[in-house]
C-alpha cells in the first residue's frame, strides 16, 4: 500500500500541493508474484465486465465506491491504483520503472491524460460519456508498434498471439478506465469537475499516446 504524504492528500482545491511530494508513487502490485506478463507490460487482474483476458475480480462491495475502495480490499485492481496516483504522480518527468506492474500504471496515467484532454469546462456527462468511449474504443498502438509513444521501455510481444491478447487486454484497461474516470469528474452531477480538469495539460514523463 502506498504510503501517502500530508502533501499528497491536501484539499482538492489547490492540486500545486502535490509537488511537495518529492517522488512518484509506484504500483503496489509490484509485489504480485503469479502474475501474467507479455513482453514486460503486466496483465493484472481486472474489476470489470467488458470481455476480454483479464481474470475477473469481484464487484464493489456494497455501498463502496472505486473512490472509497480500500487497496486491501479483494476488489481493488490496478485501475483503482491509476486513478488514485495520477493525480500526484502526473507532475514527475521522471520515474524509474521497476516492473511490468508500474508498466500497466504508466500507460494508464497516460490514457487518464488523453480521456481529460476530451472534457470540457461545461461539458454534460453523456456528452463526455460518449467521448471517452470513443477514446477508449478507437484504434490504438501497443508496445512494438511504430507509433507506440514507449517503445524504448516497453519490450514488444513475442508473437502475434500475444499481441493479440496484449491489445485485447489494453482494450479492457481503456474501457473500464473511462467508465470509471466518468464516475470521478461527474461525482457531483452533470458538470464536470474543475479540481480534475485542471490535470488536463499536465504530461506524466512527458509524455502522451
Known amino acids: 500500500m502506498p504510503v501517502f504524504t500530508t502533501a499528497s492528500i491536501l484539499s482538492e482545491t489547490n492540486p500545486t500541493d502535490y509537488q511537495f511530494h518529492l517522488q512518484a508513487y509506484h504500483s ?3 509485489q504480485e508474484t503469479d502474475v501474467r506478463v507479455i513482453g514486460n507490460f503486466a496483465l493484472l487482474p481486472l474489476r470489470t465486465r467488458t470481455r476480454g483476458p483479464a481474470y475477473t475480480l469481484p ?12 487497496p486491501d480490499n479483494e476488489s481493488y485492481d490496478a485501475l483503482d491504483e491509476v486513478l488514485t496516483l495520477f493525480r500526484a504522480n502526473t507532475f514527475f518527468r521522471n520515474f524509474e520503472i521497476r516492473g511490468p506492474a508500474d508498466r500497466l500504471l504508466i500507460y494508464g496515467i497516460l490514457f487518464v491524460s488523453e480521456c481529460l484532454g476530451k472534457v470540457r469546462v461545461g461539458m454534460g456527462g453523456r456528452e463526455a460519456e460518449k467521448a471517452l468511449i470513443n477514446a477508449a474504443l478507437e484504434h490504438f498502438a ?13 519490450e514488444p510481444p513475442r508473437d502475434k498471439q500475444d499481441a493479440e491478447t496484449l491489445r485485447q487486454y489494453m482494450s479492457q484497461v481503456r474501457q473500464e478506465l473511462a467508465m470509471r474516470l466518468l464516475e470521478r469528474i461527474y461525482e457531483g452531477g452533470n458538470t464536470p469537475s474543475k479540481w480534475w480538469l485542471s490535470f488536463t495539460k499536465r504530461r506524466f514523463m512527458g509524455k502522451s499516446l
Open 28 to 30: 503496489i502490485f509490484e
Open 59 to 70: 464487484p464493489l462491495p456494497p455501498a463502496t465506491t472505486s473512490a472509497t475502495l480500500d
Open 142 to 154: 501497443i508496445p512494438g508498434d511504430p507509433a507506440f509513444p514507449l517503445n524504448q521501455s516497453y
